[in-house]
Every structure is written in structure tokens, then in C-alpha cells.
């Protein structure tokens, strides 16, 4: 491959173009809609393997569009009426292929790394947590592109008319709208094949949380498949016989059935638990106070919140002693949360939306202490409708200040509301018409219902124990 | 510029003639549109003229080796093109400027001629002499980092003409190369074509007898698949008489030619 000839397609085919209509599009939907990417703790600019998954489920929307910008580059040959006199050159039309796909190859690896700089320099201030479990997921995502355009390119070459690009890129987009509607009907237990299918797709489900990994299998598996795919597109846009225009589809369908192969058949196997990045780390100088490896650069301020929230539970007979971050694997039911008398436990979600109100503002720890109050230091059952007004009675009660709404749990429940005029505000009353050590015995009423979850907490509140 | 001379041109020719074909015959789809041609071009400029639909695109494709005899000989310097041979060291030494020549839009004319050379295999090193020497010759020089689809017509076959001498090619194939330009760079091309290099073989297809007469040594005249005539351009005009059609001598022994040939045609069925 000639050095000086790849310059030129770097500046003359398509590919500058490819990759500057890709990179914009991916950080235009990142930025400009507001999605599943911009909320949670495995949002792409708040963790390293989050960036690359959502950079990878953004291809649901760009890699048809490559497919189609690389179709309408395999038909630059034939629009421009150049076959003739390329077919009377010496030089092999692989080589001459080689040269092209190269240039486009590279354009789309700049574009990605464009894309994941944009990310890591918002990742890189928003976590300490770092491993390289995403290197081999943007690796593929770089490879399903390299492939994408390769097809695009044989197809365009192998069909050179001007209706080829359009319909290559709607067919991409059916393609890849279909296995998303295969994976996102997987339920546990379901077909095996279903998933297997669904992972063909170049885009992968964002990350829900910080917790959660792609398989190095699942990446192994669409490797194969992608390489299969590339192979096929590079032989069709250098093929002259029909023959070798036949044989191209064999690397597409050998990737495709090694993949079908290699690929997990269950959504948790595809996707497992980052069991490192949920690993606790403790804060031991005062009370214990733990959060997850992925969030180790909140504990600092975190603790002090904590610290704080268990001196005001003092008060209470049996009070916790220490607070622990819950790593929400986004796949779990909210009973199903830990309860432990001795420990106050907090969702990453609460934690997160504590960060990003803005850490040290007065606003975001309060909200954070009244969060860990709420219910008396328990996790909400979820079960009855009334245990909101309790939950934020207690809060407010441990606090010790006026009552005041809680909008980091409930921002729908505000002064205004019926719910607060109704439940919160008389139950608030009640309460604080009683004796003090009613009071006490009351909130601990609820804090023991909350570790439990049985019996209604409000009635517990107003009237001391619970109509039988 | 000193131009840079590969091994090739400088080795002792083993052969007669450049071009040299045998019964040839050549299927366009279905037709066989080249039915049997005897031909034989050494170094100099050959006029192929035919009227339209004659072969003679067809005639320069298989010279150019994009179309494969259906049968017949067909040796270009010297080896024979027939059946499964390589191609390549042929291929390196043939110019073809295709009759619908088409280039890459937003190439620079130096860059498509760059392109072009490294496709004949140009040697590395010799790239950009060659591409330099190829741009000035057709008077591109200071056209050559414009863009191929900011050319008009004429230059731009003028850079075809360029993609085909760059490789200092020893048989040099232009298909109607006067096709669509206007009398005055009809001139320039005709002026261009006598600076090429002598010790090439050039064949010019055109159905303008007039290009023909001017510039070329030696003249073929093709019409329905068959060689009518192959002689000197005054022997092409010598074959007509007062009484043919046509506005020159060379005319009016073309139009004698063909009406000589197709009278004997019909006669023969």
C-alpha cells in the first residue's frame, strides 16, 4: 500500500465525510436529546465502561448511516465511468480496495476516539474508578463500524445505482431496529437464541448502571462476527467474477455462525455484574461509612453527610452505626434492598443525584441527610401508598427543623400538593403534639416497620400503633 | 525535468511490431463486433477510422486487454494476450484513454494523475517526476492542483490524456480523443499528439477523417467488424476519386473505401 495514495483517499473519498457525519450525529443525540445516557450512575460522562456502552448503543442510530455513506462510496467507481480504464491497470483491484477501505477504516477509528475523548474528559473529573474492561467493547463497536462501511461499500460497488445507498441505509436501520426489539423482549428464562440473536446487533444495551459489564465472550463472539462481516464487504467491492462475488457471503455467514456459537444465551451473562466496581470501600476514622469503588471520590464529602445523619439516628434505641452505599445493578426490586438494623443503607441513584445537585452546595447535602433519614434510616418497602407522608415526617422530625418537602425522593410532593396537605402536614402535627418520649417510641415504631416492611407506617405515626 | 526512463523502454525490443493481430475477432455482449481483423502497428501514430458503430471501441478495448479475444491472435509487445496469461507486464506498458473517459470529481489533477500512476505500477520513486512530466506535456502545469471538476472539457480529456502517457507507456490506446472539443483545442491535440514520444506506438480511434490525415502516419479504416484498408495517409487519400463524397482527398477516399467495401460485401452474399 502506497503511503502517498492513501493520503489522497483520506482527503478525496468519502471518508472524511463518513466520520465527520458519524462523530457529529453520535455526540449530537448525546448531548442535544435528552435520554437514558445523561441519567443514572453508568451515564456516559460518569463512568468509563458507561461512555463506551452508550457510545455503543448510539450506533443504533449511526451505524446505518455508515452502512449508506460507505454504499454511496462503493459506487464512486461507476458513477465516476472509471471502470473502464481502471480494468486496462496492472495493479490488482484488492490492492486498490485495500487502499480505500484503509482510509475509511481510519477516519472511523479517529471519529470513534474523537467521540470517547469528548467523554473521558467529563469521565475523567466525574470518577476515580478506572478499569480496562471497556477497551475490548470499543474495540468492537470500531470494528462493527470498520464493517458496517466495508458492506456498504461492496454493496454500493456490487449494485453501483444511485437508489443503492438510501436503501442500504434503511435496511441497516431495519436490521438494527429489529435485533433491538429481539433483546429488549428477552426475559429471563426465554429463548436462549433470542439473546444470541439480539448480541448480533452492533449496538449494545447502554450501561444502566456502573455496575454492570459486557461479557469479554459477548465481545470475543461479535469480533468474529464483525471480522466475517468486513471480509465479506472487502471481498465484494474487490471482486470481478461472479464466482468471487458468490463466495463472499462464505466469511459473513462462518462469523456469523461462530458468533451464534460463542454468544451468551441469557441477558445476565451477556451483561454480568461488575462485582469490582460494587466492591465497598470504607471510610473507618469516624463511624463506618462505605461506598461503592465507582463512587470512592464522593466518600470524602460523603462521610461527613453520613456522619451527620447517624449523630441525629442517635436518638433512637437501637440506632445504626454505620452507612453503606447499595450498588443498584438496575435490575433489582426495591424490597429486595438490604435491611440491617446496625446499618443505614443508600441507593448509588440517591448518591449520584446528591453529586450532581452539586457536592459541598448546601442544597445537595441537605437533601442527601434528609434522604438518609427518611423512614427513620430505612430503605422504602414500596409496598403501602401512605409510607411516603411517614417517610418524610421522619425525616423531617430527625432533622429537627421546620417541615419542609423532600424533593431528592419525592419531588412531586410539594407544599402545594394534596398529598402534603392531606398526610404530611397532620401527621406532623400529631406527632409533635405528643409527649417526647411518645415521639421517640413512635419514630422507632416506623423505623422497625421499615426494616421489615410490615405494617403501615403513617398509622404508626399518628395513632402509635397499627388497627389490627 | 529529466524524465525517468524505466528498465522496460530501454531494453532491446524482441518483437516487429507493437501491435500485431491475427484473424482477431472480439464480441461486444453479443455481437461479435470485431469479426476478424488482421492488423499490424509498430512504433508511430495510427489512425483508426471506421464511421460509427464500425468496432473500432471495441477494437481498442481488447488492445487495451479489457476485453479477452473471442478468438483469433491478438500479441501485444511481442506476447500473446490469449487465454489465461498475465496480464500485468503488458498492462504497465499501455496507455488507454477510454472514448467515455471518466475521472474522480474531487481528485486534484496532479492527485488522479498520481493515482493513476501508481495503479500502471509506476516505480515508487519515479512517481512524481512522472506525474510532473505526464501534467506539463498536456500544458496542465498550471492547472494541476485544481480540482479534475473544476476542468472543462477539454482539459479535462486533457488530463486523460495525461493518465495515459504517465507510465512512458510503449503502446499508447486513445479512444476518440478529439470527441466533443472545439476546433481550437482540436488543433492543441493534434499538436500535442505530434510532441508525444516517437518510439511509441500510439493508435488514435476517430471517425473525423481529418484527424486522421493531419497527424497520423499510417492509417486503418474498419468498417463492420472487418479492415478495409491499412496504408499511409496519403495512400488513404490517393484511393478516392473526383467523383466520391467528401470535402479533402482523405475524405473522399475514405468515403471510396467504404462504398468499394460494401459493394463487395454485397456482392459476396
Known sequence: MSARILRIELRRSTAPWICLAFAVLTLALLYLLPGPWAKGTGAWDQQWQGLVQWQRFMLTFTWPVVVGLGAWQGTRQHRSRMDEVLSSTPRSPWQRSATLAAAVAIGLTVACTAIFAVGAAQVASATSY???????????????????????????????????????????????????????????????????????????????????????????????????????????????????RIASAVPGLLGGVLAMVLLPGQASAAYPHDTRAAALVCDEDGPRVCVTRAHEHLLDDFAGTAGQALAKLAVLPEAPTSVEEVPAFGNEERASLPRTADTVSVSSDILMRFEQSGEGESDGGDGLLMALLAGAGTPACGVEETEIPARIVTANWLLGAELQPMPILYPWISEDSSAYQEMVRPAWETLRSLPREEQVRRVAAVREAGLTCEGDQLDLLTQGVNPQ | MARVVGAAETAPANHA??????????????????DGIDLAFGTGVHGLLGPNGAGKTTLMRALATVLRPAGGGLELLGESVRGRVDLRRIRRQIGYLPQDFGFYRRFTVREFVEYMAWLKEVPKSGIADAVQHAIEKVGLADRADDRMKTLSG???????????????????????????????????FRQLLRGLSEDTCTVVSTHLVEDVATVCTDVALVDEGRLVFQGRAADLAAAGSGTDSGDSPSERGYSALLARHHASGEGAR
Open chain 1, 130 to 244: 478506572f478499569s480496562l474492561s471497556w477497551l475490548a467493547v470499543f474495540a468492537v463497536g470500531v470494528l462493527a463500524l470498520v464493517a458496517g462501511s466495508l458492506l456498504g461499500m461492496g454493496l454500493g460497488h456490487l449494485l453501483p445505482y444511485m437508489v443503492t445507498p438510501p436503501l442500504v441505509a434503511v435496511g441497516g436501520y431495519a436490521l438494527v431496529m429489529m435485533l433491538l426489539n429481539i433483546g429488549i423482549s428477552v426475559e429471563a428464562g426465554s429463548d436462549p437464541w433470542r439473546m444470541k440473536v439480539a448480541l448480533l446487533s452492533p449496538a449494545l444495551d447502554g450501561a444502566e448502571s456502573a455496575y454492570r459489564l459486557v461479557a469479554h465472550q459477548v465481545s470475543l463472539a461479535q469480533a468474529l462476527w464483525f471480522l466475517g462481516i468486513a471480509a465479506t464487504g472487502f471481498v465484494l467491492l474487490a471482486a470481478r467474477g461472479s464466482w468471487t
Open chain 2, 17 to 34: 511490431w507493437e501491435i500485431r493481430a491475427e484473424g482477431l475477432r472480439v464480441a461486444a455482449g453479443r455481437r461479435m463486433a470485431v
Open chain 2, 154 to 188: 477539454g482539459m479535462a480529456r486533457r488530463a486523460g490524456i495525461a493518465q495515459a502517457i504517465v507510465n512512458g507507456p510503449r503502446v499508447l490506446l486513445l479512444d476518440e480523443p478529439t470527441a466533443g472539443l472545439d476546433p481550437s483545442q482540436r488543433m492543441q
